[in-house]
């Protein structure tokens, strides 16, 4: 089946510095790759949806030019969180869609900013 | 209102019983449902997804749609105290025919089977 990797799986990182999250297809191509934000015992959250080769759209709410999405090829996705502040700290989780709108998630990123 | 809402429980329920979690939508427009499980700490995982009115069956599960009271269920037959988990409903409301319309998801259900 389709498999989604995420890497790295936690970062502990200082204030004020920035955090970049790979998300690849492992065995299929990924036109479009979602980014989604998970708080403690909340849902998860849709920040942006990813196109490859395109522009990628946000969610009201979410900064743009605080998370960067880069989609540069069919099989990889990377999110930046830029100048991270303790309240970026999350479970962040990308995932691809399948066939008939069914989402294969990654293992998500454990992402702590001190 | 919330798009998807669901009973954030804890459900709780004894090991070899049947688990029964119930979610209800706002979009009409909605046409894909989709069940969850997220262990703590880690991702989601699919496993149910339903289209049409009716029930569908895979193992254990039994998921059942309504699209006239917008209703989705899940139903876990013999549920084991693996099954504890949050179960996230979600619904899809397809954009121009694709598969990439916005997946909204419930706040989750926690399940909890005890031995």
């Known amino acids: 089946g389709a498999v989604v990797s995420q890497h790295p799986s936690r970062v502990i990182c200082k204030s004020g510095t920035s955090v970049k999250i790979e998300c690849r297809s492992l065995?299929?191509?990924?036109?479009?790759m979602f980014w989604y934000r998970q708080f403690p015992k909340q849902s998860l959250m849709l920040m942006a949806t990813?196109?490859?080769?395109?522009?990628?759209?946000?969610e009201q709410g979410v900064e743009k030019d605080k998370f960067l999405i880069n989609h540069a090829s069919l099989t990889l996705s990377t999110l930046t969180v830029t100048s991270a502040h303790p309240e970026d700290s999350s479970f962040y989780i990308c995932?691809?869609?399948?066939?008939?709108?069914?989402?294969?998630f990654g293992p998500g990123t454990r992402l702590t900013v001190l | 209102q919330k798009e998807v809402e669901q009973n954030s429980g804890p459900l709780s329920v004894p090991e070899g019983a049947i688990a029964s979690l119930n979610c209800t939508y706002s979009?009409?427009?909605?046409?894909?449902f989709f069940w969850y499980r997220q262990y703590s700490g880690k991702s989601p995982e699919l496993i149910m997804s339903?289209?049409?009115?009716g029930d569908k069956e895979d193992g254990r599960f039994t998921a059942q749609l309504n699209k006239a009271s917008q209703y989705v269920s899940l139903l876990i037959r013999d549920s084991q105290p693996s099954d504890s988990a949050t179960y996230l409903c979600a619904s899809l409301a397809n954009a121009g025919g694709t598969s990439y319309g916005k997946l909204t998801f419930g706040q989750g259900t926690i399940l909890t089977v005890h031995p």
């Open positions: 990813s196109n490859e080769g395109s522009k990628a759209t946000y």
């Open positions: 065995d299929f191509q990924a036109t479009t």
């Open positions: 995932s691809a869609s399948v066939r008939r709108g069914g989402r294969v």
């Open positions: 339903i289209y049409s009115n």
């Open positions: 979009d009409r427009g909605s046409q894909s």
